[in-house]
């Protein structure tokens, strides 16, 4: 149980259009879903927190205008990169958070990743 | 500032021998503290986790202990299997666990046959 899928696997686009990623949680319905961002190397960067119904909140210095999070239901968010440039070519992983029923925190459940390639 | 520290970027371990992965924190606020494991191009898995209430918790093959007046975790795995061979994300977050997750930038574990 607790399946994250991320559409597509993998993207390559030219520069200046936009990309959309979608991340799901298959069985399970998901009070919070997460969008990180890694470089080669380097550690997962929490982009922004999206809770069904609301607006993403988003962390100090991502351009909200730039990664558009849309989370439409408890088990769909998408990630829209617009206007994308080389610079943003990265591997984006989104997580879901599944409900622990009064535990101490509620597990995170990531997704296979999207590698974006802008050209 | 890097708040979770992973200072071993690599680690090569015999099969059967015990791997020991290490974290560091700085920030005094976390209280939870997990572990992940993550193959290339794929997202992470969720391992093991630790309350600070606690200095060990032990699941299967992995044990983490926790020791927080030195802000230090590790991560135990005995005994390696090739199949362990992966990168490590050590993560922490405050409040229990209801914060973000903070995560180190991993560290390569090899399992030699």
Redesign the interface.
């Known amino acids: 149980g607790a399946v ?1 899928s ?1 559409h597509p ?1 993998w993207v390559i686009c030219k520069s200046g259009t936009s990309v959309k990623i979608e991340c799901r949680s298959l069985d399970f319905q998901a009070t919070t879903m ?1 969008w990180y961002r890694q470089f080669p ?6 982009m922004a ?1 999206s809770n069904e119904g609301s607006k993403a909140t988003y ?1 100090q210095g991502v351009e909200k205008d730039k990664f558009l999070i849309n989370h439409a239901s408890l088990t769909l968010s998408t990630l829209t990169v617009t206007s994308a440039h080389p610079e943003d070519s990265s ?1 984006y ?3 879901a958070s599944m409900p622990s029923g009064g535990a ?10 999207t ?1 974006l390639t802008v050209l | 500032d890097q708040q979770v520290k992973q200072n071993s970027p690599s680690l090569s371990v015999q099969e059967g021998r015990i791997s020991i992965l290490n974290c560091d924190y700085t920030n005094s606020m976390f209280d939870y503290f997990l572990w992940y494991k993550k193959y290339p191009a794929e997202g992470p898995t969720f391992l093991i986790s630790i309350s600070s209430i606690k200095d060990k918790n032990e699941d299967g093959r992995f044990t983490v202990f926790l020791n927080k007046s030195a802000k230090h975790l590790s991560l135990h795995i005995v005994p390696s299997q090739p199949g362990d061979s992966a990168v490590y994300f050590c993560a922490a977050s405050a409040k229990g666990g209801s914060e973000k997750l903070v995560f180190g930038k991993g560290t390569k574990l090899t399992v030699n046959p």
């Open positions: 994250v991320q696997s997460f190397k380097q550690s997962l960067m929490l927190t962390e591997f992983i989104c997580s101490v925190t509620d597990t995170q459940y990531f997704g296979p990743g590698r």
